[in-house]
Each structure stands twice: as C-alpha cells, then as structure tokens.
C-alpha cells in the first residue's frame, strides 16, 4: 500500500504551495491523516494531521496560521495548504496514515503505519 504525495516545487519567500497526498487502490477514511517534513540534515519532524472525520486537526506550532490540512474522504485525497511560505520550510514533506483512535499523539511518527515518497518543497529568500 503506497500513498502518493505530490505537489512540491522551487518557490520564493511569500509564496503559496499545496501538496496532495492521495491513496490508489484504498480508502483510508478510518485513517488520521498527517504530514511530516524533513529538511536536509535534520530529523522528520510533524507538521499536521487530521482525524478520519476531519473533526480533529493539529498543527506543528511552527506552520500555525500559515498551513491547512484538509481532506476530502470521497476522493481518498488529504490536502496541506501552505501560504506564507519561508525558506526553514524547505524540506521534503511525507504523508502518512495510521489508524484514527482518540488517543493516539498525531505528532509521533510511530503512529502512522503507511507512507508516502516524499514531495520536495524548497523555499528561496
């Protein structure tokens, strides 16, 4: 089971991006949904998430205000608005699903049993 990310690119400082992330061949909307990021040399760490019914949705406080998870379970697709773009957002952003329970820590990449490959976002001042 794969999920596919896409939506990444070379944008400057300001600028607006929106990454997909959608799962083929299954439907996850049991599923918390969430984006994690990487930047070069640094560990992954959470960016977003968003419970199965969209009810329940959590930012790193780093993208607070500027990010927006949203998903849309018809088409098996999870969304990651992201404005007001800045160059320590250059990283390569992963989506991941893990199964929805109430207490689960969204923030924990432990949670999430499927990922996806990777979109690179790289943000120039």
């Known amino acids: 089971v794969q999920l596919q990310a896409s939506g990444g690119g070379l944008v400057q400082a300001g600028d607006s991006l929106r990454l997909s992330c959608t799962t083929p061949?299954?439907?996850?909307?049991?599923?918390?949904m969430a984006w994690f990021r990487q930047a070069a040399g640094k560990e992954r760490e959470f960016v977003a998430a968003?419970?199965?019914?969209?009810?329940?949705?959590y930012y790193a406080e780093t993208v607070r205000g500027r990010f927006t998870i949203s998903r849309d379970n018809y088409k098996n697709t999870v969304y990651l608005q992201m404005n007001s773009l800045k160059p320590e957002d250059t990283a390569e952003y992963y989506c991941a699903a893990g199964p929805w329970t109430p207490l689960m820590n969204v923030r924990l990449g432990v949670e999430y049993d499927y990922w996806g490959q990777g979109t690179q976002v790289t943000v120039s001042s």
């Open positions: 061949g299954r439907t996850f909307r049991t599923y918390a």
């Open positions: 968003i419970s199965w019914s969209g009810g329940s949705i």
